[in-house]
């Protein structure tokens, strides 16, 4: 049983002590421990780190506050003032209660159940036989967790959002982080905000951007975003970069758009390669009207192939400049209606074959200028006129019939 030892400072107590339980030649080796119920002793030494080694005081110095003395909760359930906590804290050491220390080891052992009840705060800390501070901090109804393992920090502090509710604020600085899962794993999100940065357009140094690879292996992929009860009002993509290269390889491919309203693609690039080699192909186009642009100083078009070109309805073409056409082969044309050619300037037919008209109909022609008409027939009989120096004169007669 312990000993009354009398009266402190600040009230009584009760003292059980085992001072130099090592038998140490020297004071700066001896090893105490010791259990002190009621008032303390002597506060003039409680946390103070030169308080001699043997009280232990030195140590509790390294815990003087909780995470919630200062954590902003203005307007949550049970708020207490700032000043109230702080209050609370400063008598952490001098309260009085139950003190223990020991320069030795401290080892407990329950073969049962164990149920340990803290109405005030709890905090924990571990130095891990050195100067490195790690633990946890249990204060004001929420958890805060401290180590070495990366630089950084972590904040809870109540806000206003949705009528009030508590936001976490963490920083991880300098730490590895190598994750693994095995089994199902579902994820939810709801709330104003989800924003994800990994970067910056600023790097520095010890913030350098990273390497990001994404390999995905399944059975199955399903994207889905917004629905066509509630689609969503704005989707933005911008992309930046120097080299881009995509490749998709697959057996059948879908790809469906609709637009309720307009469509705008703009492409600005120094040059186009364009490539498509498929077994068959089929492009349809349903519109009220296509407005189509080419600005372009030389274009060159090939096919190699068979060509069948419908269209129903009328076409109109106006080509502003020289057209070019050779056709290595036979042409048929047949025009089912009326043709109408109109030429404004100088035309020339020229044909280095036969040629055979078939006119199934009346035919009707005229020509308001003279008409010049030379086949080898003409020639020569001009060429014998030339060679007589026959002159022949014809005079046009008018004839009236009534």
């Known amino acids: ?19 130099n339980f090592n038998n140490a030649p020297s004071e700066a080796e001896a090893m105490t421990s010791y259990l002190r119920l009621g008032a303390v002793k002597d506060p003039s030494i409680a946390a103070s780190p030169g ?18 003395d ?45 149920v340990e009840v803290v109405q005030g705060n709890y905090r924990m800390l571990v130095r891990g036989r050195q100067d490195h501070d790690s633990g946890w901090d249990v204060s004001g109804g929420h958890v805060s967790e401290t180590g070495i393992t990366f630089e950084g920090s972590s904040e809870i502090r109540w806000v206003q959002n949705y009528d009030g509710t508590w936001r976490v604020i963490e920083e991880s600085i300098k730490g590895d982080v190598f994750t693994t899962y095995h089994g199902d794993t579902h994820d939810v999100y709801s709330g104003n905000l989800k924003e994800s940065i990994t970067g910056s357009a600023a790097p520095a140094k010890g913030k350098e951007n990273p390497r990001i ?13 917004g629905s066509s009860a509630l689609p969503v009002p704005s989707i933005k993509d911008e992309t930046w970069a120097d080299v881009i290269e995509s490749t998709t390889t697959a057996k059948t491919m879908r790809d469906t758009t609709e637009c309720a309203g307009a469509i705008e693609s703009t492409t600005k690039a120094t040059s186009m390669t364009s490539t498509t080699t498929v077994t068959s192909m089929t492009d349809t186009t349903t519109a009220s009207s296509m407005t189509s642009t080419t600005v372009c100083p030389s274009i060159k078009d090939t096919t190699i192939g068979n060509t069948v070109s419908t269209i129903i309805g009328s076409e109109t073409e106006i080509v502003s400049g020289d057209v070019s056409e050779l056709t290595i082969g036979s042409e048929q044309s047949i025009t089912m209606g009326t043709v109408l050619d109109i030429t404004l300037a100088l035309m020339m037919d020229i044909c280095i074959a036969g040629k055979l008209e078939v006119n199934i109909g009346a035919g009707i022609s005229v020509d308001l200028d003279a008409t010049y008409e030379i086949t080898p027939k003409k020639i020569q009989a001009a060429a014998q006129r030339l060679a007589t120096g026959t002159t022949h004169t014809q005079v046009g007669a008018q004839h009236s019939f009534l």
């Not at 009266?7 to 001072?19: F, H, N, Q, R, T």
């Not at 232990?56 to 995470?67: I, K, P, Q």
């Not at 702080?86 to 052992?109: F, P």
């Open 1 to 19: 049983m312990g000993q009354r030892e009398g009266e402190g400072v600040s009230g009584k107590y009760i003292l059980i002590e085992a001072p």
């Open 51 to 68: 308080a001699p080694r043997a009280s232990g005081e030195d140590l509790a110095a390294l815990v003087t506050s909780f995470v919630d």
């Open 70 to 114: 200062d954590r902003v909760r203005d307007g949550c359930p049970q708020f207490t003032p700032v000043a109230e906590r702080k209050a609370e804290t400063a008598k952490l050491h001098t309260k009085g209660g139950w003190r223990d220390h020991s320069d030795g080891n401290r080892i407990t052992t329950t073969r049962g159940d164990k």
């Open 213 to 225: 690879t994404d390999r995905t292996w399944a059975r199955s992929i399903e994207s889905y975003t």
